[in-house]
């Protein structure tokens, strides 16, 4: 079921990030557990001049360059309503970027409102490039999976499957062979705008991985930091299924399945499972024809236009004229 995540606190944000982006606070450090509750920062804009009802009070707002610059160029007066009438939104924190000075009237109202006012030396754009990353990342809805998530040569693939099917197992071997996992039993999936969907373990069981017989492994602790990472965009879903005699499968890998994951339509295969069949090897293979479909290369696609170009030079130009015998006309004698 899709969920939103709990919203974080001023003060996480810069637990997590005051170091990578150089945040400092300049007042209303009073404010600092108020929560932040949307994945997008707002530059406030029209909202300084007195047109407020664009403003949303779950998002950080941003004072770049033009928005300091405009501040300036106001009468002492009309600056310092402007921004009373601003911080009554209540946003859950000021963050003024490129080095600039904040005004003395938005540190006075900051202060007085217990509204963190926070400092980065950063341009605009790259500080909302790398705040909307982690806001995505911990504020993004999100939705559970049964499944195993792997890193195969950089291609994201999810594999999924009834329990008892062999899954664990499968990614296990595809450890051994040097490739990451990401999650296994539990994936957590968020999707990033527009259309990219990528999954993470659960905190809890983070890095482990449940082997039937053997019982719960760590991965990171058996195999080292090179055979996890926290995240990774899915690429290709692989659905393991029991063998069925009856059943067609695709044998020429022409066939366009898709699994819908938060509207996102994956590319699928359905990869059949018995004994005897190496299921890490067909994994990673699939892994090494996604690159080629990332590169334009299809060898399937590319087979079947070749031998549909020989059926056309091998078939006749026209039908040969019928030679059984003739019914007479009316005019036969």
């Not at 080095?99 to 909302?128: D, M, N, Q, Y």
């Not at 509207?263 to 293979?285: S, Y």
Request: hydrophobic content about 40%.
């Amino acid at each position: 079921m899709e969920q939103t995540t709990t919203p974080i606190s001023v003060r996480k944000l810069l637990d997590d990030l005051a170091a990578r982006l150089d945040l400092t606070i300049a007042a209303g450090k009073s404010g600092i557990d108020r929560p932040i509750e949307a994945p997008f920062v707002q530059r406030p804009g029209l909202a300084l001049s007195g047109y407020l009802r664009m403003l949303e009070t779950g998002r950080i707002q941003v004072f770049g360059q033009n928005e300091i610059a405009y501040l300036e160029f106001l009468p002492a007066e009309a600056r310092a309503g402007a921004l009373e009438h601003f911080i009554k939104v209540n946003p859950p924190c000021v963050v003024v970027t490129r080095g600039r000075t904040p005004p003395a009237e938005l540190v006075h109202h900051a202060e007085r409102s217990g509204v963190p006012l926070l400092l980065c030396p950063l341009p605009s754009a790259v500080f909302i490039e790398q705040i909307h990353e982690y806001l995505f990342n911990r504020l993004a809805p999100i939705r559970t999976i049964h499944g195993v998530l792997m890193d195969i040569l950089g291609v994201g693939i999810l594999i999924m499957g009834k329990s008892g099917i062999g899954k664990s197992e499968c990614a296990l071997d595809l450890v051994l062979r040097g490739h990451r996992l990401v999650a296994d039993d539990v994936v957590e999936v968020y999707r990033r705008p527009p259309a990219t969907v990528i999954g993470r373990g659960a905190d809890l069981i983070r890095y482990h991985m449940e082997i039937r017989g053997l019982g719960v492994i760590s991965i990171k602790d058996l195999f080292g930091i090179s055979a996890i990472r926290d995240h990774k965009v899915i690429d290709l879903v692989a659905c393991l299924e029991e063998w069925d005699e009856d059943e067609s499968y695709d044998r020429l890998g022409t066939e366009k399945l898709t699994h819908e994951i938060l509207g996102v339509q994956m590319p699928k295969i359905i990869v059949p499972v018995k004994p005897g069949r190496p299921m890490a090897a067909i994994i990673e293979v699939a892994a090494r024809d996604r690159l080629l479909h990332f590169h334009g290369i299809r060898p399937a696609h590319d087979l079947a236009k070749r031998l549909e170009e020989r059926i056309r030079e091998k078939a006749p130009d026209s039908q040969e004229p019928a030679t059984g015998p003739q019914t007479p006309g009316k005019g036969a004698a």
